[in-house]
Antibody, heavy 122, light 111 residues
Framework: QLQLQESGPGLVKPSETLSLTCTVS??????????WGWIRQPPGKGLEWIGN???????YYNPSLKSRVTISVDTSKNQFSLKLRSVTVADTAVYYC??????????????WGQGTLVTVSS | QLVLTQSPSASASLGASVKLTCTLS???????IAWHQQQPEKGPRYLMK???????SKGDGIPDRFSGSSSGAERYLTISSLQSEDEADYYC?????????FGGGTELTVL
């Protein structure tokens, strides 16, 4: 059974960089079939897609966040990571990692991590 | 622009059935979508992929009470024999080559 687990600081100061890692178990992140992504949910609000990555390092980002986001992959550790720069209180959210589609473009997000709350506050 | 529209709320009685709707934006009526359930204080759970022809494939362990159907640009999630644990937010989601889109979610109340 594929499992994803987010990890990283729960508190980040305004203007600093939010950094999170997702560890994948029960499957290989180097699969040539799948993308791996990040989604966030501000308190009391809906889901917002941040971006995703293929094992080769190819990425797609939400245009609204593209200027501040970097997603990277470490296949040796079966992990992928999120960096969000210059954060503000509006970036406070639960951040989820997920298996995010496939190369045939016929697949939805189908596995989710449990999520981790990141609060932006001084 | 690829957009998904959902009603903010719905309600139905325990043991009854409910049909939730997700509408694709103009020009995107052939797109498949996925339905995800988010119970209170929990992360989302993938329910199913739903194609434009109404065929669907469910995620692991999803009960038969959950089914999907399609008509034009509308995608439906039907939950039969409603149980208290079905009270949750339901999100539809679709995708393109370089983008993923979520609907705003429907909050389902089981009366």
């Amino acid at each position: 059974q594929l499992q994803l687990q987010e990890s990283g600081p729960g508190l980040v100061k305004p203007s600093e960089t939010l950094s999170l890692t997702c560890t994948v178990s029960g499957g290989s992140i180097s699969s040539r079939s799948y993308y791996w992504g990040w989604i966030r949910q501000p308190p009391g609000k809906g889901l917002e897609w941040i971006g995703n990555i293929y094992y080769s390092g190819s990425t797609y980002y939400n245009p609204s966040l593209k200027s501040r986001v970097t997603i990277s992959v470490d296949t040796s550790k079966n992990q992928f990571s999120l960096k969000l720069r210059s954060v503000t209180v509006a970036d406070t959210a639960v951040y989820y990692c997920a298996r995010d589609g496939c190369t045939s473009n016929s697949c939805p997000i189908d596995y989710w991590g449990q999520g981790t709350l990141v609060t932006v506050s001084s | 622009q690829l957009v998904l529209t959902q009603s903010p709320s719905a309600s139905a009685s325990l043991g009854a059935s409910v049909k939730l709707t997700c509408t694709l934006s103009s020009g995107h009526s052939s797109y498949a979508i996925a339905w995800h359930q988010q119970q209170p204080e929990k992360g989302p759970r993938y329910l199913m992929k739903l194609n434009s022809d109404g065929s669907h494939s469910k995620g692991d362990g999803i009960p038969d009470r959950f089914s999907g159907s399609s008509s034009g640009a509308e995608r439906y999630l039907t939950i039969s024999s409603l149980q208290s644990e079905d009270e949750a937010d339901y999100y539809c989601q679709t995708w393109g080559t370089d983008i993923r889109v979520f609907g705003g979610g429907t909050e389902l109340t089981v009366l």
